[in-house]
Structure formats: C-alpha cells, structure tokens
C-alpha cells in the first residue's frame, strides 16, 4: 500500500490558467490489443495529450524532460533541442523520437509505445554524447497532469511505497502513476506558474531545489530527477487507472500497472519485450494486403497510404467500439482552456469519411462497426448530434443534414460490399429517411457548422442517402412504396438544386455557377435576418461566422467546394456546364499555390483560420487552405477522366517527413516566433493529424488506382442521367411556399397525423383529407392539380389529429402557369 506525502504541501495554488498542448502533431498511437486503454500523441519532441480509458478524454497536458550540468546549460526540452520523429517499425504506430541539443553535444532517443497488456505508456530514454558531459548530465521528468479531460482541480502526491518514491495524481476516482525503471530521486508537486518543476529549474536556471510532497485542488505539475547514476538509458512508465468508489482515495491500481510494465524487458528478441509485442500486435492484425494499389499509383512507395490507414484505425475507440474521433487532437491548444474538448468527439460526417476510406482500403470489420455504434448513438427522431462524446453526451447540437445522409450511404456500401454479417440496418436507414424529409430541406448547418440554409454539399448528401434508402427498401425489404416515396422526395430536392444554389448574375463569373450556401432562417438561434422566401440565390444576404463586426456578403459572391459533391456522389456530371464553370470560379479564387502545390480555402473571407501575424484562432481569424480541398478537388478530375497522379503527390508533400495530413496550412511569409512556426506550406495550429484528411488521400489512392471514383454511386448518377417524372413540390411548416406551377402536385409531409382541409374556391367548398402514414413514419398528403387550374388558388389550414386541435392559420398557394 502506498503512503501519500502531504506534510509539505505546495503553497499559492491553484496555478496559471490550465490549457492544452499543440495540435500540431508529430505522431498519434496505441497499442493493438484492447487490454491497453490508452492513445498517446507527441509534438515538438514531447508526449503530448495522452487518452485513457476512452478516445475521447485527455488525461495529461504532456509528459517531457529537461536537462542540466547544473552550471552552464539548463534546457527545456522542446526549446533547446532540433527533432526528428519517425516510425519505429513501418508495420506499428510506436515512434522514435530523435532531439539533438543545440549548443551542447549529447541527444535524447525517445521509443515511445503503449503496452499491451495494460494501460500504461512507456518510454525508452537513451542518452548519447560526450562521455564526460553525460556523466554530470541531471535529467529531470515533468509532468502536468490534465485528468479527465480538465487541468484545474487536480491533485499531485509523492507516493513513499516500499521500492520508493513515485509520482502520482488524481481527480474524483482516475488516477495516473509516474515512475522510471532505474527509480526516481528527488521529487516535487507543485502549481503550474508558480512553483512547478518548469519554473524551478528552466526559470530559475539551478539544479531542482523544491521537494513539495503534494499540491492539491488546482493546475498542477509532477517533477522527479531520474535517479539514473551512470547510466544512459533508462525506461519511464506512466500508467493510469479508475477505481470503484470505494478504492477512489488509492492510487495503488495504477502503480501495479507502472510496476508491471517496467518489470518487462522494454527490448527483447525472445521472449519478446515489450517493444517486439507492441509490433507483432499491429503486424498479426492488420493486413497491408487487403488492398494493394496498382503499382506506380502512389510516390512513396505506398508509405503515407499504409500511415494513414493507420492513423485511422488508431482513432477508433477501445470499449466503444466502431467509435471514431475526429482528431486526437485540440486545435490551437495551447490558448485552449478546459472547455475546449477539441476534436477528439465523434462528428458523423467525419467518422463515415473514415468508415468510407476503411471499406477503399480494404477493411470491412470496422467499418461495419462504425455503422452499429451509429445506430446506437441515433437520437430518437432519426438523426444525429452535431457532435458528441463516445458516451453519446452532445457537445454542440446542432442539426447537419449531411450527417444524417452519411450513415444512411455507409449503410447502402457495407451491403452492397456483403459485409453486413448478420445486422439488420433497416431501422436506422428508415429513420434516418424520415429525420431527412422532417428535418429538411434546408439545413440548420452545412459542413463548415456555421449557416443555415440550402447547401449545394448538403443537398448532394441528402439526394444521394435518399437514393441509397430507396435501393435498400425495395431491393432487400421488399418495400417498393415506400422506395417509390423516398425516390420521390429525393427528385424534389434535386429539382431545385439550380433554383437554390446557382448564381446567373453573380460578379465572380459570367456564366452561372454554384454558391456556397443560400441562407434561410427557420432552425438558426439568434440570427432573425434570413427571410427563408424567396428563394432567391440572386438578393439573398450571406452573414459569415468567424469574423469581426457585422459581415454581410451577396451570397452570390460567396462560393466553395462543396459542390463537388453532387459530381463526387453521381448527382451531377463531371461534363455539366455549371460544374465545369464553377470549377473554374474556385480554382481562380480559393487555390493557394503553395510550394508542396495547389491546396484550397474553404470559401472565400472565411474567417477560421491562423490570424495575419500567426496568432492562434480565438473566434475570428483567417481562414486557411486545407489539404482535404485538394483531395476534393483531386477527386473531380478523376470523375472527368483526367490523371489524378499528381494530386496524389501534392497531398503525400502536404503530409511531409511526419507522415500527418493537417487541417490547414500557412499560406502567408514566414513567422518563425509564431507557435507553432510558421513557414509557407507548413501546418498552422489547426489539427493534425485530421482524419478527415487522411480518409480523402486513402479514398484518392483507391480512386486513382480504379481509374473511377470510389465514392461514386452508380444508382445515382444512373437516376439523374436519365428522364424522370415530374417530383411533387413539398410544402412543410418551414417551406410555406405560395406558389407552385399548375399541374404539379403539391405534397403536405409532417411528423405525426393530420387532417387536411382544402379548398379550391376560396373557401365556398371544402375538403376534408385525412393524410396517410409511411412506413418509414411519415404523415402526408397529395394535393393534385391540373394545367388548366392556372390563376387558381390552393386554400387549406391542418387539424392534428392526436392533440385534436386546428392549427391556427389557413394557407394559400397560387397556381402559376
């Protein structure tokens, strides 16, 4: 049993501010094997954000050393040091971490793995240079706690147990244990600013002088010196635990694993260490075969092809499983408090680019996970948080039409790829359905998570999961009515596309071309100046988020991507004039040509984004290329028949020596003081690595590799290449429109059941029609007109039939010839 030290606490807590480390990523691991409950990531030469027991909760802020002769040199070990990070093994995500002195003549080897047999991180620490310097070197470990997922109220204890001192820390029932191999010497708890470990040796520039045993309820650090004597390697372990209510005031769970893990060879041949374990686990099981692109397609031999596979199945929680986090990461963390969970959250849309690029790759197991851990976390109405924790828990809740369209097209590919096992998911494709018919047509967000309304990628989206639900229904439930319904609404949207989303008068070009977004506001909170009639892309208002003041735009001045889309998922042709010419509208103004190549924007004055002097994003900025925009755009000239060879390489000089593919990159002069520095080309603060990002490039190589896009749908672009039926127009509580063309009929869809009056006259006759009820829990009612009916009047009001109440209001739709 342990005993906690607390009769020489730390005074003046609870410390600075708490915040978080880069985003800016050099490596992101974890063991193989399950028994092993924790992630780790490093930047700048250090152990960053560690994760335990799930993907989504950050224990620790970082873990690194610092390095003294007592006398001439004290040095940090992300300052004072060059560093070069590189796989251990190209078959496992464990990393060498190479940090030479600048000015001094020794370096620090870093091996850092997570063990698979608990949760504990270790670190190999090998020192080499000058003998005689070595011999005096004092090395210290620091540690600044952050448990779960919170830097204040933290508590640190020197731990006195029988085979000395250890490092411990806890907040509620987690607890995490520091020791080393060799053992630990003098030792310290303190606050973070005040009297830590940083702050006694780096800023006071002396040999460690404070042996505070404890530091309670605050921003805390741990500091040890290594107790090393001679030696030049040495083994760290950091391990952690959550204890049952009873054991929460022990620390003793996470020790055994500490104890455990050292005791192991951390290199060893045979019986294989700790080291040959934690490759084997990752070279047992994953198959670099599964998919093998042609050769030639890739320009490093198919290195970032394999890293980024990797790197996606390494953000797949543990205990949830099928659950994939956006990024281990918290993008410009360092000015990030502890509300800031980052993007370690599972976004829907994200989480199915990853599940889509795992099926490219060749894996089916996880992405048939992924698809039932969606069903799981489904909400009740048929959709899906904005984001959410791996418990489920939203973090912001916002409607994204677009990640409810995803998992219904996931769902369409796994069965399509006979990789459903024996899951049924009718229930959530039918659900999801309706949450896109209720719900739509407009979204409260599109894919930037910034404005309502009708968005070109979001409509793509929810035509093409229409499409795919429609498929399901009638060719494996057998439901041809209820296909012939969803067919019928996804024709609607598609319908309107030109109608909503095409400019024929906008100043960027002078043929049409597709905008980023046509504001509406209905589900939007606080934002009353978006009429949601007319549907006028031509007079409509763009208010942008993420910069100062009150920025109004002509949403026909304002374009992105996005619209790729519709040529990406079958909807439109690569050939179509619009696309074609709106193509051209953003290579001319979103391409930032940089030095690894073209990378794009997301549209134009976006404000998301390192600011001009380098200064992190703190709501408003500049907005920055990002290189899944290439992998977009890439993809385009794949759909048209051109070589995609190229982008392929651009993307594979975005990821660098690292091997990590950035959610954005500077593209201003260089500014070598900015955190992190910043060169032309080089990643800004945003995350990395973005799975997102990786997901496009594994997508891309398939792509490539085919010579066809792999996320085409055929049974869409086969639908809208062909003549169709007119669609019904939609009238729903938050698209009262007021005319439509005589002939067509005008359908009425709702949420529960109701009873339609009509009257064509202006009310000296009526009709009472009660609505009908989908099976995929929809309510409607056709109103049907005729040519002849041109100059007439649609007059109706609705009594719902389960509160038994008239609505309130009566409604008109003129008949227009």
Sequence with gaps: MATLLTDNPAPNGPGV??????????????????????????AGGVVTEVYFPDVDTPQIRDLQMMFTDGETFFHDAQRDFTHACAQIDPNAPGFRVTSTAIGQDYQVIQDVIASSDSSCLLIRVRLQGDAALLAKLKVYVLLAPHILGQGAGNSAFVAQTTDGLKLVAQRDDCWLALNASCGLGATSCGFVGINDGWTDVIGHRRAMAWNYNCARNGNVALTAEINRGTDTEFVLALGFCVNSQAMSS???????????????????ANPP?????????????????????????TGDDNRLFKLSHDILLSHEDKNSLGALVASLSIPWGYTG?????????????????????????????LPLRGLMFLATSQSPDGGWHQNFFINGDPYWDGTQLDE????????????????????????????????????????????????????PSTLASNIAGLICAADLAENEWGDAVTAQFLREHADFLESHLESWCV??????????????????????VGDNRHPTLPEDPESATLYLKNLPGDNGFPAREIVDGGFLELVRLGVRSPQDPIIVNTVAVIDALLKDDLPQGPCYRRYNHDGYGQGDQGQPFTGVGVGRPWPLLTGERAHYEVAAGRDGKPWLRTLEAFAGKRGLIAEQLWNAGPLPDAMPPLDLGSPTGSAMPLAWGHAEYIKLVRSVSDGAVFDRLGIVAKRYSQPRQPSPEVWNLDRQITTIEAGKTLRLPMGGPFRLRVSRDGWANWQDIDSTLTAIGVHYTDLPTQAGEAGGTLAFTLFWLDSERWIGSNFTVSLKS
């Design 273 to 297: 260490g700790q080291l040959q374990t934690f490759i084997a686990g990752w070279a047992n099981n994953v198959s670099p075969t599964r998919f093998k692109p042609v050769d030639g397609t």
């Design 404 to 455: 409810i369209s995803y998992p219904i097209i996931l769902a369409w590919r796994l069965t399509r790829a006979g990789a459903l096992q024996n899951y049924n998911p009718k229930r959530m494709v039918l659900a999801a359905a309706r949450a896109l018919i209720l719900k739509g047509p407009m979204t409260q967000e599109e894919r930037w998570e910034e404005n309502e309304g009708y968005s």
């Design 250 to 268: 022990q620390p003793n769970p996470a020790m055994v694993t500490v104890r455990e893990a050292l005791s192991y060879p951390f290199d060893q």
């Design 337 to 365: 408090s502890d509300q800031n969970s980052g993007y370690h959250l599972v976004w829907p849309r994200d989480m199915c680019q990853s599940a889509t690029a795992l099926l490219a790759a060749g894996e089916l197991d």
């Design 17 to 42: 501010a708490a915040m978080w480390a880069r985003a800016d990523k050099d490596a992101v691991g974890t063991a193989w094997s399950a028994a092993s409950q924790i992630w780790f990531t490093m």
């Design 503 to 524: 400019t024929r008068h906008g100043s960027l070009s002078d043929q049409p071309y597709y905008i980023r977004l046509l504001p509406t506001q209905v589900k939007s």
